[in-house]
């Protein structure tokens, strides 16, 4: 270290724009900029310090706070390994192709009524944003909820490394960010470095609707805890009614619950979350009402009705799993009018993209979809599909701007129309520019 004269610091920031006085700026390389270009900018901002590498150590000014490391991304993991082990503070870790953000955005609503947790914050789970979201713990909490994504074998397994988690959680294993994975074996392998790193004696939370979470292997390492619908489980929630906006009432340790959420994602979440707080020491009577209150947030699952049209804003991320469970969602809504998708491209899909994109107009049918807008070139596999099943309209566009134009000259009162694709493709503009029309 280099002019350092504190023994503690704020935070750590990766972003000039953002830092507050007295933060630690990490000074990361990346694509399009390199972060020591703004070290100086950052000090001058009253950062405490810079963390820099020993190449830009070797030509800064003499009076710059410097915390020097071979590679700063290394040194930000090794700064939020450290202090994840100074706290003692109990770590939930959950991953999953599909519902992760969810049930943890669902967890901390449950949880934060009975104790302090920190959380990941936004979609911070990744070699980045994990150290971040450590570095951001206040320190005074009862327990620490974090995402772990994975684009790549062995980066949860990397992400454990900084962090050993107390628990483990995985929601789904299906066919996501399949750019990075040969196989949906390779999949399945990739989201288990979860649960093999959480320590020995902690405990797994199984979804037992999904095969691929519950082939798991047995091992006396850890506690299991079982959880899923209308299966086997140490929490079995039984279906009792879908209401006309596709919400389910389930019943699970004779308790009912009323879901204000839509689909059969939003019902595997719930049960999920219900397990995990039941498991933690939370009695029914907090975690009820706090399920039936949680509401979707904008771009995964929110509905709103506009000039009497019910729009479904599922445009944060798509993949085939959430595809299919939006589109299950859709066709479970009860409504007069017709059901019309806004479809645009599921991202890093690999080899499967086409195949996965043929799907979608397969499901889109089966569904109810009577109206198929297209954006996005990989979508252009949706439309020549749905073109071959004989969709009563299916069109494409290369402009957010016509596509709206036309969804709101041809939408009428009474008809649901869902908004999906990968984070992206930005379709959540789309709403946005039809509803200035």
């Known amino acids: 270290m280099r002019n350092i004269e504190f023994a503690e610091f704020r935070g750590v920031s990766i972003d000039t724009r953002s830092i507050k006085k007295g933060e630690i700026f990490c000074a990361l ?99 980045i944003g994990l150290p971040l979201s450590i570095l951001g713990i206040r320190g005074d909490e009862d327990l620490v909820l974090l995402e772990m994504g994975t684009s790549h074998p062995g980066e949860i397994r990397d992400l454990c490394s900084i962090v050993t988690p107390d628990y483990g959680l995985i929601t789904s294993i299906g066919h996501a960010h399949m750019g990075g994975f040969i196989t949906i074996e390779s ?15 902690g405990t797994l939370f199984i979804n037992q609707n999904d095969p691929r979470v519950r082939n798991f292997p047995d091992s006396v390492r850890h506690n299991r805890i079982r959880y899923g619908i209308n299966c086997p489980a140490h929490f079995n929630a039984k279906l009792q009614s879908l209401d006309e906006h596709a919400c389910h009432t ?45 509401r979707p947030e904008a771009g995964r699952g ?44 599921m991202l890093e899909m690999g080899e499967e993209s086409r195949s996965s994109h043929s799907r979608v107009a397969e499901e889109a049918l089966e569904s109810g979809v009577q109206h198929l807008f297209c954006y996005g070139k990989e979508s252009l596999f949706t439309l020549l599909r749905a073109r071959q099943l004989n969709f009563t309209f299916a069109h494409y566009y290369e402009d957010k701007r016509v596509l ?25 503009e789309i709403i946005q520019i039809m509803k200035g029309l």
């Open 29 to 127: 390389p990346g694509s399009r900029f390199d972060g020591h270009r703004f070290v100086k900018i950052a000090l001058q901002y009253g950062a405490a310090a810079a963390m820099v590498s020993r190449e830009y150590a070797a030509t800064a000014a003499a009076d710059e706070a410097l915390i020097i490391v071979e590679d700063t991304l290394f040194g930000l993991q090794d700064l939020a390994r450290l202090y994840i082990r100074s706290l003692k503070i109990p770590v939930f870790a959950l991953t999953g192709s599909a519902g992760k953000t969810s049930t943890r955005r669902l967890l901390k609503h449950i949880l934060s009524t009975s104790m302090k947790v920190a959380e990941t914050p936004g979609n911070f789970n990744n070699r």
């Open 187 to 201: 999949v399945q392998k990739a989201k288990f470095e979860l649960f093999e790193s959480v320590r020995k004696g």
């Open 250 to 294: 389930l019943k699970i340790e004779e308790n009912l619950i009323r879901l204000k959420t839509p689909g059969p994602g939003a019902a595997q979440n719930a049960v999920a979350a219900y397990a995990v707080c039941r498991t933690l020491g939370l009695p029914a009577a907090a975690i009820l009402p706090q399920i039936e209150s949680f």
């Open 302 to 345: 929110k509905m709103e009705n506009w000039e009497g049209i019910t729009l479904i804003d599922d445009s944060y991320n798509a993949n085939p799993v959430s595809v299919k469970n939006a589109l299950n969602t859709l066709k479970n809504i009860r409504c007069d009018g017709r059901k019309i998708l806004v479809f645009a491209d």
């Open 404 to 428: 709206a134009e036309d969804l709101k000259f041809l939408s009428r009162p009474d008809d649901v129309i869902l908004f999906k694709a990968s984070r992206g493709m930005a379709v959540e």
